[in-house]
């Protein structure tokens, strides 16, 4: 009773801080299962944590995430927590920071919260995401979330191997991401991979839930999504990544509302698989090396909706535009793309400077079904490219150009 008592008094006298309680007296690591149980959280401070930017604080965060049970929250108060290896999440678990950073230009100060890898770092990715076999878990891997959380790679060794911020791998279900912020890792910046060894059911992750989230200045693709069907998507942003903005296999049936690819050095949206309905509704693109959307989806099945879609100055092209590139590209798909209301718009750089892009504004080649219903086109060549091997091609009555 005397132990039982000590920890009611430990939570009587928490504080509530940022909507999330954190403990006003330290306990244990011997404690941290029975705080968990009782409060729902657990606070990694009070587990040896620093926060201070300089110390080691992987052992304490994992334990204070190992000692969660199902439904509670490991909190990371303000600060700035250092790493050396993956942090693992278990199922039905949550991930807590106190505040995502958002859009900003390179050589701004680093973010002053949130988890910063060190450059002795080692491992796949800074936060991990594993099912039920490769985690060694008693249950399914499901309902994992990451709320608030800014994960900044600029300590990482440029010329190191390639690191994720989060990596989902396996059977996963309900990957909840909320306000969180990717940077300047040298991998993928939020990345879902497959299980090969997996039986059961789907291999890779998927019923994803992402919302206000974004990913700046990675040395890999922005986001990567494999097999993940079901999933919703809303205000995710993907700033000057050095692959595609987005790389798409296997989201069908999946919806995406005002999501967004910049100044990334590939493709903004490269869409590789489709096999069922992707709906994309105000999701805009702007100055992407290669096409602003690329579609060379072979399943027969799928369609691409684009409503309401802005795709702008892509094909940049490394400042030289041209290139065959477009702001909606279609190659050898045979998907059905159907757009209303898309409006493609050539542009140089906020400067000035640099040739003006996209060449087209809407291209297909050797593919089955592209329509576009209304909108506006601009193409420095030409706002409408027919190539070669299509077998419908449709520009509607409402769509200008010019």
Same mark, same amino acid.
């Given at each position: ?23 006003a007296t330290a306990v244990s690591a011997g404690d941290a299962t029975a ?31 190992d000692a969660c049970r199902p439904g509670n929250v490991t909190v990371l ?26 859009e900003s230009q390179p050589g701004a100060e680093n973010p002053v919260v ?65 306000? /969180?912020? #990717?940077? +300047?890792? @040298? ?7 497959? *299980?090969?060894?997996?039986? =059961? $059911? ?100 799928? /369609?691409? #909706?684009? +409503?309401? @879609? ?7 092209? *490394?400042?030289?535009?041209? =290139? $065959? ?78």
């Open positions: 009773m005397t132990g039982s008592n000590s920890r009611r008094s430990v939570l009587r006298s928490a504080l509530a801080v940022g909507g999330v309680a954190v403990s705080v968990a149980a009782d409060a729902g959280w657990v606070n990694v401070k009070d587990l040896g944590a620093k926060g201070d930017g300089t110390t080691d604080d992987t052992a304490a965060i994992q334990t204070a995430l108060p303000a600060g700035v927590y250092r790493t050396s290896a993956p942090l693992r999440i278990g199922p039905y678990v949550t991930l807590q920071g106190s505040h995502a950073g958002g949130g988890i910063r890898p060190l450059p002795s770092f080692t491992g796949d990715a800074v936060v991990e995401v594993l099912d039920r076999q490769l985690g060694g878990y008693s249950r399914p891997a499901n309902a994992q979330r990451i709320f608030s959380l800014t994960i900044d790679g600029s300590d990482l060794p440029r010329s190191g191997a390639e690191i994720d911020g989060i990596r989902a791998t396996g059977q996963i279900q309900h990957l909840q991401l909320r306000d /969180v912020h #990717v940077r +300047s890792v @040298t991998g993928i910046g939020i990345n879902t991979w497959y *299980n090969f060894n997996a039986t =059961g $059911g789907p291999q890779a992750p998927f019923c994803l839930h992402y919302d206000r989230v974004s990913v700046l200045w990675t040395g890999s693709h922005g986001i990567v999504l494999n097999n993940s069907t079901d999933s919703v998507f809303h205000d995710v942003y993907v700033l000057g990544v050095g692959g595609c903005g987005w790389w798409m296999s296997g989201a069908g049936n999946s919806s995406f509302t005002s999501c967004r690819a910049e100044w990334s050095k590939l493709h903004g949206f490269d869409i590789e698989s489709l096999p069922g309905v992707i709906k994309m509704v105000a999701c805009s693109t702007d100055r992407n090396g290669w096409h602003g959307m690329y579609v060379h989806a072979t399943d027969t099945t799928g /369609v691409l #909706v684009l +409503s309401a @879609t802005n795709l702008t100055r892509d094909g940049e092209n *490394n400042g030289t535009g041209g =290139g $065959g590139y477009a702001g909606l590209g279609v190659a050898s798909s045979q998907c059905k793309v159907i757009a209303d209301g898309l409006v493609v718009l050539t542009g140089k750089d906020d400067d000035g400077t640099g040739a003006a892009s996209p060449q087209y504004g809407v291209r297909a080649d050797n593919s089955a079904y592209v329509v576009v219903n209304s909108g506006h086109l601009q193409g420095v060549s030409s706002p409408w490219q027919n190539g070669t091997g299509n077998t419908k091609f449709v520009k509607g009555t409402l769509v200008g150009t010019g």
